[in-house]
C-alpha cells in the first residue's frame, strides 16, 4: 500500500474511496518501502480484529519508543501517554484498566441517563439563546460540551474549568495523526502536558484530602505511582469526550445529508442509528499496532520492530463484512462494527458514548425540528486518526 496515497489531500478528504480499492486487493499488504516504520496495512474486517486481539501485536510503548525515537523521554507529552494504560499492555495495562473500569460499569452508565438528559436540554436552550444572534458553532457549543460535562462528573473535574481544557486536549491529539508528530505540535503538546499534569497533581492532591465518590478519589487510593495516575487521568479525561465529539459531529452532518432519514429517526430507532454512524464514520479511523518480534498477518511479514497500520475505517466498510458498505443504512441486520477496537483495548466509554449519541440526536432534532446547516462543511482535508469537524455552523430553526 502507498501510504502517500492515504496522507494526501485526496485521501484525507475521501479515504473511503482508497478502501474501496484496498478491499479489491486482499485483507492485507505491505506498506510501501516500511514508510514512517510501518510494515504492513491491515484493513479486512476478520484480520483487523485479529491483530487487535493478538498479543504479539503490542502498543507503541517505551520500548518501541527506545528503538525508533531515543530523545522521547525530553517530550512531556510522549511520557505522559506512554505511563498511561493506552500505551501499554499485560498487567501493567489490566490492573489500571480494571480500576478505572468501575467508573464505567453498566449501572453506572445507565445511572447516568437522567443527568445526561436535563444536560442535553440545558445546552440546548443554550442553542437556542445563541441562535437569536445567527449561526451557531456546533462543535464547541455542543459536541464538545455534552461529553466532556458527563465525564467531568465522573472524574470529579470541576465543570467551570472545561473551557480551560479543550486547546490542551486539542494540542495533544495533533500529535497521534500519522503525521502529526512535527516540531511546531510537539512544542505545544508539550506545553499542553505540563499545565494538564500540574492541574491534575493539585486536583488529586485535593481528594486525597478530602475525597469523593469520583474516579479522580478512587485512583488517588491506589498504590499507582504518581506519574502513572495523573498521566491515567488525563488519557481517560481526553479519550473519554474526543470520540464522543466527533460522533456527535459526525453523525449530526450525516443526519442533515439524509433528510428522509432524519424524519425517520425516532427516540425508538435511536441506537441503529448511532450504530450506523460509528460504522460509517468511526471518530477513530486507524489504530497502530507494532510486533516486537518477527510476526506475519494474512501471509505478510512484519518483521521486529516494525509498525501496522490497523485500519478500523477501511474494516468497517468491508464488502465482506457488510453488505453494500458504503450505504448509510441503519436498518443493517447486523452493525456490529469496530470503532471501539477489539480485544483488550477495546474502549472502556463504548456504552457511555452510545448512550450520549442516543440521547442527543432525538433531543436536538425536536427541540430544532429544521435545524440545518449554515455553512457547508465542504471538502477540506481531515484528520486521519481522529476524523471528525473542527467546526460545524448550524442555523437553529424552530428554537
Not at 442533515?256 to 424524519?263: C, F, G, S
Request: glycine fraction near 8%.
Amino acid at each position: 500500500m502507498d501510504l502517500g496515497m492515504l496522507l494526501s489531500e485526496q485521501g484525507r478528504v475521501d479515504p473511503p474511496a482508497l478502501y474501496a480499492r484496498l478491499h479489491r486487493e486482499g485483507v492485507a499488504q505491505p506498506v510501501d518501502d516500511g514508510a514512517q516504520g510501518f510494515a504492513v496495512a491491515v484493513y479486512g474486517f476478520e484480520a483487523v480484529g485479529q491483530v487487535l486481539k493478538d498479543p504479539r501485536f503490542r502498543q507503541l510503548d517505551a520500548a518501541y519508543l527506545d528503538l525508533h525515537t531515543p530523545q522521547w523521554r525530553r517530550h512531556p507529552a510522549l511520557r505522559v501517554l506512554r505511563d498511561s494504560m493506552f500505551f501499554t499492555d499485560g498487567p501493567a495495562h489490566d490492573g489500571v484498566r480494571q480500576i478505572i473500569g468501575r467508573a464505567f460499569t453498566a449501572r453506572r452508565v445507565a445511572a447516568l441517563e437522567h443527568a445526561m438528559t436535563d444536560l442535553t436540554h440545558r445546552l440546548l436552550d443554550r442553542l437556542a439563546q445563541l441562535a437569536a444572534d445567527g449561526p451557531v458553532e456546533f462543535m464547541g457549543e455542543f459536541a464538545y460540551l455534552l461529553p466532556s460535562s458527563v465525564m467531568a462528573e465522573l472524574l470529579g473535574v470541576p465543570q467551570d474549568d472545561l473551557a480551560w481544557f479543550r486547546p490542551r486536549v486539542l494540542a495533544i491529539g495533533a500529535i497521534l495523526e500519522l503525521d502529526g508528530a512535527n516540531w511546531r505540535n510537539m512544542v505545544r503538546a508539550d506545553t499542553a502536558a505540563k499545565e494538564l499534569s500540574a492541574y491534575f497533581t493539585d486536583l488529586v492532591a485535593l481528594r486525597r484530602a478530602d475525597p469523593r465518590d469520583d474516579l479522580i478519589s478512587l485512583l488517588a487510593a491506589t498504590d499507582l505511582s504518581d506519574d502513572a495516575l495523573v498521566a491515567n487521568l488525563i488519557t481517560t479525561f481526553n479519550a473519554g469526550f474526543v470520540t464522543t465529539t466527533h460522533l456527535l459531529g459526525n453523525g449530526l452532518t450525516m443526519l442533515l445529508e439524509r433528510p428522509r432519514l432524519r424524519a425517520e429517526l425516532t427516540a425508538g430507532n435511536v441506537g441503529s442509528y448511532v450504530d450506523e454512524m460509528l460504522r460509517f464514520e468511526p471518530p477513530v479511523q486507524i489504530l497502530v499496532r507494532y510486533a516486537p518480534e518477527d510476526a506475519e498477518i494474512e501471509g505478510v511479514p512484519c518483521p521486529a520492530g516494525q509498525a501496522v497500520l490497523v485500519m478500523i475505517g477501511a474494516a468497517n466498510r468491508d464488502p465482506a463484512r457488510f453488505t453494500d458498505p458504503d450505504d448509510f443504512d441503519p436498518a443493517r441486520p447486523d452493525p456490529g462494527s469496530l470503532s471501539f477496537g477489539f480485544g483488550p483495548h477495546y474502549c472502556l466509554g463504548a456504552a457511555l458514548s452510545r448512550l450520549e449519541g442516543q440521547v442527543a440526536f432525538p433531543a436536538l432534532f425536536e427541540r430544532f425540528p429544521d435545524l440545518a446547516l449554515a455553512q457547508q462543511p465542504g471538502n477540506a482535508p481531515k484528520p486521519l486518526i481522529l476524523r471528525g469537524h473542527d467546526t460545524l455552523s448550524v442555523a437553529c430553526h424552530g428554537a
